[in-house]
DNA sequence: AATATGTGCAACCGCGATAAC
DNA sequence: CGTTATCGCGGTTGCACATAT
Protein backbone atom coordinates (compact mmCIF):
# COMPACT_ATOMS: atom_id res chain seq x y z
CA UNK A 1 0.00 0.00 0.00
CA UNK A 2 2.59 2.53 0.89
CA UNK A 3 1.88 4.85 3.75
CA UNK A 4 3.52 8.52 4.28
CA UNK A 5 5.66 8.25 7.66
CA UNK A 6 4.29 9.25 10.71
CA UNK A 7 6.92 12.21 11.26
CA UNK A 8 6.53 13.36 8.03
CA UNK A 9 5.34 17.06 9.70
CA UNK A 10 7.59 19.73 10.02
CA UNK A 11 7.93 20.60 13.68
CA UNK A 12 8.44 17.73 15.04
CA UNK A 13 10.96 17.21 17.67
CA UNK A 14 14.04 13.51 17.03
CA UNK A 15 16.62 12.52 18.75
CA UNK A 16 17.14 11.67 22.40
CA UNK A 17 14.71 12.46 24.68
CA UNK A 18 14.95 15.19 27.57
CA UNK A 19 14.31 14.34 31.00
CA UNK A 20 10.78 17.02 31.06
CA UNK A 21 9.75 15.08 27.76
CA UNK A 22 9.93 11.91 29.31
CA UNK A 23 8.43 13.14 32.44
CA UNK A 24 5.68 14.88 30.59
CA UNK A 25 5.07 11.48 28.19
CA UNK A 26 5.05 9.41 31.86
CA UNK A 27 2.47 12.25 33.79
CA UNK A 28 0.11 11.65 30.68
CA UNK A 29 0.02 8.15 30.19
CA UNK A 30 -0.59 7.98 33.76
CA UNK A 31 -4.03 9.83 34.04
CA UNK A 32 -5.47 9.41 30.91
CA UNK A 33 -3.72 6.22 29.53
CA UNK A 34 -1.85 6.04 26.20
CA UNK A 35 -5.28 5.60 24.10
CA UNK A 36 -4.10 6.92 20.49
CA UNK A 37 -0.52 6.90 19.84
CA UNK A 38 -0.83 9.52 17.32
CA UNK A 39 -3.07 11.78 19.38
CA UNK A 40 -1.20 11.27 22.50
CA UNK A 41 1.94 13.96 21.82
CA UNK A 42 -0.65 16.98 20.93
CA UNK A 43 -3.04 15.97 23.70
CA UNK A 44 0.38 15.59 26.13
CA UNK A 45 1.48 18.63 24.47
CA UNK A 46 4.92 16.88 23.33
CA UNK A 47 6.58 18.12 19.88
CA UNK A 48 7.16 14.10 18.89
CA UNK A 49 5.57 12.31 16.61
CA UNK A 50 3.17 9.30 18.30
CA UNK A 51 5.13 6.44 17.03
CA UNK A 52 7.82 8.27 19.03
CA UNK A 53 6.30 8.45 22.14
CA UNK A 54 4.89 4.76 21.89
CA UNK A 55 8.71 3.43 21.54
CA UNK A 56 9.86 5.62 23.85
CA UNK A 57 7.12 4.60 26.38
CA UNK A 58 7.56 0.85 25.32
CA UNK A 59 11.28 0.46 25.63
CA UNK A 60 11.69 3.51 28.16
CA UNK A 61 9.47 4.62 30.79
CA UNK A 62 7.25 1.73 31.26
CA UNK A 63 7.42 0.90 35.15
CA UNK A 64 8.13 -2.78 34.86
CA UNK A 65 11.30 -2.49 32.65
CA UNK A 66 13.74 -4.27 34.19
CA UNK A 67 17.18 -2.78 33.64
CA UNK A 68 20.47 -3.12 33.78
CA UNK A 69 22.33 -6.52 33.03
CA UNK A 70 20.98 -9.82 31.02
CA UNK A 71 21.91 -12.87 33.41
CA UNK A 72 23.15 -15.72 32.21
CA UNK A 73 20.06 -17.71 32.70
CA UNK A 74 18.24 -15.11 30.48
CA UNK A 75 21.26 -14.85 27.50
CA UNK A 76 20.07 -18.72 27.34
CA UNK A 77 16.25 -18.50 27.35
CA UNK A 78 16.94 -15.86 24.80
CA UNK A 79 19.42 -18.33 22.63
CA UNK A 80 17.09 -21.56 22.80
CA UNK A 81 14.10 -18.78 21.80
CA UNK A 82 16.18 -18.03 19.09
CA UNK A 83 16.59 -20.89 17.77
CA UNK A 84 13.33 -22.04 17.92
CA UNK A 85 11.24 -18.54 16.81
CA UNK A 86 14.21 -16.49 14.88
CA UNK A 87 13.92 -13.34 14.94
CA UNK A 88 10.82 -12.51 16.31
CA UNK A 89 12.01 -10.25 18.72
CA UNK A 90 8.60 -9.30 20.32
CA UNK A 91 7.94 -13.11 20.78
CA UNK A 92 11.04 -13.66 22.89
CA UNK A 93 10.65 -10.71 24.38
CA UNK A 94 6.96 -11.99 25.48
CA UNK A 95 8.68 -14.72 27.60
CA UNK A 96 10.91 -12.49 29.42
CA UNK A 97 9.32 -10.43 31.76
CA UNK A 98 10.53 -6.59 31.93
CA UNK A 99 12.77 -6.86 28.76
CA UNK A 100 11.86 -5.33 25.66
CA UNK A 101 12.13 -6.16 22.08
CA UNK A 102 14.56 -3.61 21.56
CA UNK A 103 16.85 -4.97 24.02
CA UNK A 104 16.88 -8.24 23.03
CA UNK A 105 17.32 -7.29 19.71
CA UNK A 106 20.58 -5.52 21.00
CA UNK A 107 22.10 -7.78 23.49
CA UNK A 108 21.72 -10.43 20.79
CA UNK A 109 22.98 -8.62 17.81
CA UNK A 110 26.29 -6.86 20.33
CA UNK A 111 26.88 -10.25 22.14
CA UNK A 112 24.80 -13.36 21.60
CA UNK A 113 25.70 -13.32 17.78
CA UNK A 114 29.59 -13.40 18.65
CA UNK A 115 29.13 -16.25 20.79
CA UNK A 116 27.24 -18.16 18.61
CA UNK A 117 30.02 -17.42 16.15
CA UNK A 118 32.66 -18.50 18.23
CA UNK A 119 30.43 -21.28 18.23
CA UNK A 120 29.75 -22.23 15.38
CA UNK A 121 33.91 -21.61 14.36
CA UNK A 122 34.01 -24.03 17.00
CA UNK A 123 31.49 -26.29 15.76
CA UNK A 124 33.32 -26.36 12.44
CA UNK A 125 36.38 -27.00 13.47
CA UNK A 126 35.43 -29.84 16.04
CA UNK A 127 33.82 -31.39 13.54
CA UNK A 128 36.68 -30.99 10.71
CA UNK A 129 38.54 -32.70 13.76
CA UNK A 130 36.47 -34.94 14.01
CA UNK A 131 36.02 -36.05 10.67
CA UNK A 132 40.00 -36.36 10.09
CA UNK A 133 40.22 -38.55 12.74
CA UNK A 134 37.39 -40.61 12.19
CA UNK A 135 38.69 -40.75 8.81
CA UNK A 136 41.97 -42.04 10.04
CA UNK A 137 40.13 -44.25 11.95
CA UNK A 138 38.46 -45.99 9.30
CA UNK A 139 41.40 -46.29 7.41
CA UNK A 140 42.73 -48.26 10.22
CA UNK A 141 39.50 -50.23 10.63
CA UNK A 142 36.95 -50.45 7.57
CA UNK A 143 34.82 -52.25 9.64
CA UNK A 144 33.91 -48.71 11.42
CA UNK A 145 30.51 -48.11 11.64
CA UNK A 146 29.03 -45.18 9.73
CA UNK A 147 25.68 -44.51 11.61
CA UNK A 148 27.75 -44.32 14.77
CA UNK A 149 30.09 -41.82 13.36
CA UNK A 150 27.15 -39.59 12.51
CA UNK A 151 25.90 -39.60 15.87
CA UNK A 152 29.47 -38.67 17.20
CA UNK A 153 28.98 -35.45 14.74
CA UNK A 154 25.62 -34.55 15.22
CA UNK A 155 25.92 -34.11 19.48
CA UNK A 156 28.71 -30.83 18.24
CA UNK A 157 26.24 -29.30 15.75
CA UNK A 158 23.52 -28.89 18.60
CA UNK A 159 24.37 -24.94 18.70
CA UNK A 160 21.84 -24.34 21.33
CA UNK A 161 24.30 -27.00 23.67
CA UNK A 162 27.22 -25.14 22.11
CA UNK A 163 25.56 -22.33 23.18
CA UNK A 164 25.06 -23.53 26.47
CA UNK A 165 28.51 -24.60 26.88
CA UNK A 166 30.10 -20.94 26.03
CA UNK A 167 27.97 -19.13 28.46
CA UNK A 168 28.85 -21.95 31.21
CA UNK A 169 32.54 -21.84 30.36
CA UNK A 170 32.25 -18.00 30.58
CA UNK A 171 30.71 -18.14 34.00
CA UNK A 172 33.89 -20.28 34.63
CA UNK A 173 36.03 -17.79 33.79
CA UNK A 174 34.37 -14.99 35.38
CA UNK A 175 34.18 -16.58 38.67
CA UNK A 176 37.95 -16.78 39.26
CA UNK A 177 40.42 -14.26 39.24
CA UNK A 178 43.54 -16.42 38.84
CA UNK A 179 45.81 -15.44 35.41
CA UNK A 180 46.81 -19.46 35.21
CA UNK A 181 43.28 -19.95 34.08
CA UNK A 182 43.26 -20.42 30.13
CA UNK A 183 40.58 -18.42 28.26
CA UNK A 184 37.84 -20.10 26.58
CA UNK A 185 39.54 -19.87 23.34
CA UNK A 186 42.80 -21.55 24.62
CA UNK A 187 40.06 -24.23 26.18
CA UNK A 188 38.38 -25.02 22.64
CA UNK A 189 41.21 -24.43 20.50
CA UNK A 190 44.02 -26.19 21.55
CA UNK A 191 45.41 -26.95 18.25
CA UNK A 192 46.30 -22.99 17.79
CA UNK A 193 48.14 -23.66 20.88
CA UNK A 194 50.20 -26.85 19.13
CA UNK A 195 48.52 -28.98 21.30
CA UNK A 196 46.85 -31.82 20.31
CA UNK A 197 43.57 -33.24 20.77
CA UNK A 198 44.86 -36.46 23.04
CA UNK A 199 46.65 -33.83 25.55
CA UNK A 200 44.86 -30.83 25.78
CA UNK A 201 46.02 -29.92 29.61
CA UNK A 202 42.17 -29.19 30.35
CA UNK A 203 41.48 -31.25 33.33
CA UNK A 204 38.33 -33.04 32.68
CA UNK A 205 38.42 -33.11 29.03
CA UNK A 206 37.68 -37.07 29.14
CA UNK A 207 34.66 -36.17 30.59
CA UNK A 208 34.18 -33.27 28.65
CA UNK A 209 34.47 -35.31 25.14
CA UNK A 210 32.05 -38.36 26.62
CA UNK A 211 29.41 -35.81 27.12
CA UNK A 212 29.84 -34.64 23.64
CA UNK A 213 29.90 -38.25 22.25
CA UNK A 214 26.74 -39.35 24.10
CA UNK A 215 25.24 -35.88 23.52
CA UNK A 216 23.94 -35.85 27.64
CA UNK A 217 23.59 -31.76 27.14
CA UNK A 218 22.39 -32.26 31.10
CA UNK A 219 25.30 -34.35 32.75
CA UNK A 220 27.18 -31.90 31.13
CA UNK A 221 26.30 -29.40 32.30
CA UNK A 222 26.70 -30.69 35.72
CA UNK A 223 29.90 -30.99 34.34
CA UNK A 224 30.54 -27.00 33.97
CA UNK A 225 29.05 -27.48 37.53
CA UNK A 226 31.59 -29.05 38.74
CA UNK A 227 34.22 -27.52 36.95
CA UNK A 228 32.79 -24.18 38.37
CA UNK A 229 32.43 -24.70 41.95
CA UNK A 230 36.53 -26.28 41.69
CA UNK A 231 37.36 -23.17 39.47
CA UNK A 232 40.22 -22.70 42.47
CA UNK A 233 42.04 -25.85 41.35
CA UNK A 234 42.37 -25.27 38.49
CA UNK A 235 45.64 -22.85 39.22
CA UNK A 236 47.20 -26.48 38.61
CA UNK A 237 46.63 -26.20 35.02
CA UNK A 238 49.97 -25.92 33.24
CA UNK A 239 50.86 -22.36 31.47
CA UNK A 240 49.69 -22.16 28.50
C1' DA B 1 47.58 13.86 25.20
C1' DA B 2 45.54 13.23 20.77
C1' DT B 3 43.52 10.40 17.51
C1' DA B 4 41.53 6.16 15.65
C1' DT B 5 38.72 2.33 16.26
C1' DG B 6 35.35 -0.52 18.58
C1' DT B 7 31.15 -1.21 21.29
C1' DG B 8 26.60 -0.54 23.26
C1' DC B 9 22.35 1.37 23.08
C1' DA B 10 18.48 4.53 22.09
C1' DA B 11 15.93 5.99 18.47
C1' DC B 12 14.37 6.12 13.67
C1' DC B 13 12.52 4.14 9.35
C1' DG B 14 9.82 1.37 6.45
C1' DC B 15 6.70 -2.26 5.90
C1' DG B 16 2.99 -5.67 6.85
C1' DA B 17 -1.19 -6.58 9.40
C1' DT B 18 -5.43 -5.11 10.72
C1' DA B 19 -9.07 -2.16 12.33
C1' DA B 20 -12.06 1.59 11.07
C1' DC B 21 -14.60 4.01 7.83
C1' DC C 1 -15.45 -4.23 -0.53
C1' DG C 2 -11.99 -0.89 -1.27
C1' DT C 3 -9.42 2.75 0.94
C1' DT C 4 -7.20 4.88 4.69
C1' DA C 5 -5.30 5.28 9.39
C1' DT C 6 -2.99 3.23 13.05
C1' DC C 7 -0.28 -0.08 15.39
C1' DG C 8 3.46 -3.08 16.08
C1' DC C 9 7.49 -5.31 14.44
C1' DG C 10 12.18 -5.99 12.63
C1' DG C 11 16.11 -3.86 10.48
C1' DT C 12 19.16 -0.19 10.60
C1' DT C 13 21.42 4.06 11.91
C1' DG C 14 23.88 7.34 14.55
C1' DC C 15 25.74 9.01 18.68
C1' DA C 16 28.15 8.71 23.09
C1' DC C 17 31.40 6.45 25.54
C1' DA C 18 35.35 3.13 26.11
C1' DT C 19 39.53 1.27 24.68
C1' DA C 20 43.59 0.87 21.87
C1' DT C 21 47.40 2.93 19.42
Not at 1 to 7: D, I, K, N, Q, S
Not at 209 to 215: D, H, I, L, N, Y
Amino acid sequence: MGRAPCCEKMGMKKGPWSSEEDQILISYIQQNGHGNWRALPKLAGLLRCGKSCRLRWINYLRPDIKRGNFSGEEEETIIQLHQQLGNRWAAIAAKLPGRTDNEIKNVWHTHLKKKLKNCDQFTHDQVRKESNVKMQVDAENPRNSPQHSASELSSVTDSSAMARRIIKSEQVLESSESSKIPKIDEIFWPEELGLDNENTGFPGIEEFQKFQESGDVDAEMDFWDNLLSGAGELQDLPDF
